[in-house]
């Protein structure tokens, strides 16, 4: 077979040219794509790593404001608490003010009704004696015509009235 034959006049040469070849290839892949590409996954992966720390930078820095915030906002609560029980307080107070001064005048008014009513019932007592003792002094003379001296008949209606 010829074929075969002519197979180790050419196998040396051939090997020779695929040694080159894939010494070229070796030299342009090993040497200059290679290191582009390692360079870029490098460049690729510190990238990654730099995103994955501002990240978690700018995650502790929210974190640290949400504290903050929650802090301001229970500071802001508490006041807040404060000035509406200082309201109640002072409206409590100002409530029982008024209305220690509205008893007092409400006192004060019932205290002059009072000895005003005293006053007047003194009076219509008096009056009372003397129209029961002129009364009594007409209704003895009337009946039995005989005239009854005033004072007497005063006394008489103070025993009465003394009596109930």
Avoid: C
């Avoid at 180790?8 to 070796?26: H, K, N, P, R």
């Avoid at 990238?47 to 501002?54: F, M, N, P, S, V």
């Amino acid at each position: 077979m010829p074929q075969i034959a002519q197979l180790s006049e050419t196998f040396a040469s051939q090997a020779f040219w695929l040694l080159i070849f894939f010494g070229l290839v070796y030299l342009v892949v090993g040497r200059g794509m290679l290191p582009r590409i390692l360079d870029t996954v490098d460049q690729r992966d510190q990238q990654i790593a730099g995103d994955l720390l501002a990240a978690h930078n700018a995650r502790e820095e929210a974190q640290a404001q949400e504290r903050d915030w929650r802090q301001r906002e229970a500071a802001a609560r508490e006041r807040a608490r404060d000035i509406v029980a200082a309201a109640k307080a002072d409206g409590a107070a100002q409530t029982a003010a008024r209305l220690a001064e509205v008893q007092a005048t409400l006192d004060t008014r019932l205290d002059e009704a009072e000895q005003s009513i005293a006053t007047a019932r003194q009076q219509a007592l008096g009056e009372l004696e003397r129209v029961a003792a002129e009364a009594s002094r007409d209704i003895v003379r009337r009946l039995t015509g005989a005239e009854v001296a005033e004072d007497e008949a005063r006394m008489a209606v103070e025993r009465v009235m003394q009596r109930g």
